[in-house]
């Protein structure tokens, strides 16, 4: 019998298939755990200057690491995850008015049979831009028209405390701006929860502050081991695993951000989790040690 998940596999093949011509690949990866279908879309990718993946680090030296010089390419990955009736989605892209080559999410989901009728939750890691723009489309209202929205209680008060802009840096203004815009928007729709507990059956949020001061990660249960969705507490393919140490850009609290991501890359590794990457170019793998550190381990 054909079901949705068929349809929705059916789908990521023709799409893959079509998609050689593309820069980036509307549907990353395609997972299954039991009957649940994990599926990784893209909401486009943006450059960024290298320098950003580590704010104490030569430039050579990150280039020798990494194995690139030049700028970094940042792909963004939107975890879709369908279990019996529900259609949860984590985070949501950065809308049409972030950067250039981003904003893609729709064109994903088309892409992937998913209807944005048939989203019931969207659960964010984060407020930042890339994560969270995307909430509204470009009429200024809801992507998703029946979903309910959730977020760590923390993360929200961070960014709609008036004094926002007292604690970020002045380039950084804009990310308060929209966080703002957004979570008014989203009104009663948008449910506050806290790290270390189940927001929705099934998927638990565990703290990974540090990026932000209420980042989560969130762990989907299964008796095949766990998967978790882990945001921007690792984001660079080669950087984060084999670096952890390293302070980028991004990170608003960076020892902490440190701190976070030892942790995390020894409990996935320990718990042999599949670990899904909004930025991590493959998106769906494995974390492995390597050395006195760690390596992204893709199609296994
Ligand atoms: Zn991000």
Redesign the pocket.
């Known amino acids: 019998m054909l079901n949705r998940r068929d349809m929705l596999l059916g789908g990521a093949a023709a799409a893959l298939a079509g998609s050689t011509a593309g820069a980036v690949a509307q549907i990353v990866a395609t997972a299954t755990q039991g009957e649940r279908a994990i599926t990784v879309l893209s909401d486009g990718a943006f450059e960024m200057p290298q320098s950003m993946l580590a704010r104490d680090v030569a430039l050579d030296a990150i280039a020798q690491a990494t194995k690139v010089s030049g700028p970094t390419t940042n792909v963004?990955n939107v975890t879709c995850f369908r279990q019996g009736d529900q259609v949860i989605v984590f985070d949501c892209g950065s809308g049409s008015n972030f950067l250039p080559g981003t904003g893609k999410l729709a064109a994903s989901l088309e892409a992937a049979g998913i209807s944005p009728d048939s989203v019931t939750h969207v659960l964010f890691t984060h407020l930042?831009p890339?994560?969270f723009w995307g909430a509204l489309d470009d009429f200024d209202t809801p992507l998703f028209p029946k979903a309910r929205w959730h977020a760590d209680r923390r993360e929200v008060a961070f960014w709609t405390d008036a004094k926002v802009y007292e604690k970020l840096p002045e380039d950084r203004h804009a990310f308060a701006a929209g966080a703002q815009r957004i979570v008014k928007a989203l009104g009663e729709t948008l449910e506050l929860h806290d790290a270390g507990s189940e927001w929705i059956p099934g998927v638990a949020a565990f703290d990974t502050a540090g990026h932000t001061p209420g980042h989560v990660s969130f762990e989907l249960k299964d008796a095949g081991g766990p998967v978790f969705v882990l945001g921007?507490a690792l984001?660079h393919n080669i950087a984060s695993f084999a670096h952890p140490e390293w302070r980028p850009a991004?990170d608003h609290d960076a020892d902490l951000a440190v701190a976070t991501r030892r942790r995390l890359l020894d409990r996935a590794e320990t718990e042999k989790a599949q670990v899904i990457g909004?930025?991590l170019e493959g998106g769906i793998g494995r974390v492995e040690r390597s050395g006195n550190a760690y390596r992204f381990a893709t199609g296994s």
């Open positions: 963004l930042h890339d994560h921007d984001t991004s909004y930025h």
